[in-house]
């Protein structure tokens, strides 16, 4: 505990020590489930410092695959039960994890189709078992879904009009194409996307939240990466993640 404390206390002060003209490249390894919140607030992040910051994207997945194998980021933003992980098995610096947002699974339609009635667990069954095909994530709100169904005693019914396309696929894309009819994903993956119906949320006797944190690699640039951490979990991040229907951590 005392090196975690540590470890933290050096974050927090290593923020603050940072002159304008001390540029770094900091590269960043994310989520696409929340593209739109770092993306702005590491603009801001950007202007407000000096630094540059390297944005790349990927599925949860697939991105703790890659930090995994040895790919080496400063910060990598994922599904908090992946960074855990990765922290478990050294990939992560240990005691670096911060929670950066909470998001629940989003439903959504193709277009042309009557919109069935998600209030309820009951409500989506139905609409599952009238999909003529089903789309959902290979990341965090897809495990979810699949369990959702195993649970409502239906997998076996529906599993020829499943489809769960490789890790960082938009399943609104899927849906906008006309291969899905029913899509599940994060919400802030669903909400404000075009060529779609989005539904809502899940219903809160089914809906479960998905964390996304923070983790350091190792070999992290110091101070940098450590004020951009600070400046993603500080207060001031709130509505930029509030936008895109998330909470913050």
């Known amino acids: 505990m005392h090196g975690v404390l540590v470890f933290l206390a050096a974050l927090f002060l290593s923020a603050f020590s940072l002159s304008k003209g001390q540029g770094a490249e900091i590269k960043v390894?994310?989520?696409?489930?929340?593209?739109?919140?770092?993306?702005?607030?590491?603009?801001?992040?950007e202007q407000s410092t000096g630094h540059k910051v390297t944005l790349t994207w990927a599925g949860t997945e697939a991105a703790a695959q890659r930090v995994a194998k040895g790919e080496a980021v400063d910060i990598v933003i994922i599904g908090s039960a992946n960074i855990d992980k990765l922290?478990?098995?050294g990939k992560l610096a240990a005691g670096s994890r911060k929670d950066f947002a909470k998001s629940g699974v989003g439903v959504a339609l193709r277009t042309g189709i009557d919109k069935p009635d998600i209030s309820s667990g009951a409500?989506?069954?139905r609409a599952i078992l009238a999909a003529k095909s089903i789309a959902y994530s290979s990341g965090p709100s897809g495990f979810h879904v699949a369990e959702m169904i195993r649970k409502?005693?239906?997998?076996?019914?529906?599993?020829?009009?499943?489809?769960?396309?490789?890790s960082g696929t938009q399943i609104s894309d899927l849906?906008?194409?006309g291969e899905a009819d029913l899509g599940f994903q994060q919400v802030s993956e669903l909400f404000k996307r075009t060529?779609?119906?989005?539904l809502g949320p899940l219903p809160s006797d089914i809906q479960v939240l998905t964390v996304y944190a923070i983790g350091l690699?190792?070999?992290?640039v110091p101070e940098a990466a450590a004020a951009l951490l600070a400046f993603l979990t500080a207060p001031g991040a709130a509505p930029a993640i509030r936008e895109m229907g998330m909470d913050p951590g």
């Not at 060529?195 to 989005?198: A, L």
């Open 195 to 198: 060529g779609i119906v989005y």
């Open 29 to 45: 390894l994310s989520a696409n489930a929340v593209k739109e919140a770092v993306t702005d607030l590491a603009a801001r992040f």
């Open 217 to 220: 690699h190792p070999q992290a």
């Open 175 to 177: 849906l906008a194409r």
């Open 87 to 89: 922290i478990a098995d």
């Open 152 to 166: 409502m005693g239906i997998s076996d019914e529906i599993k020829d009009r499943v489809k769960q396309p490789p």
């Open 123 to 125: 409500g989506v069954k």
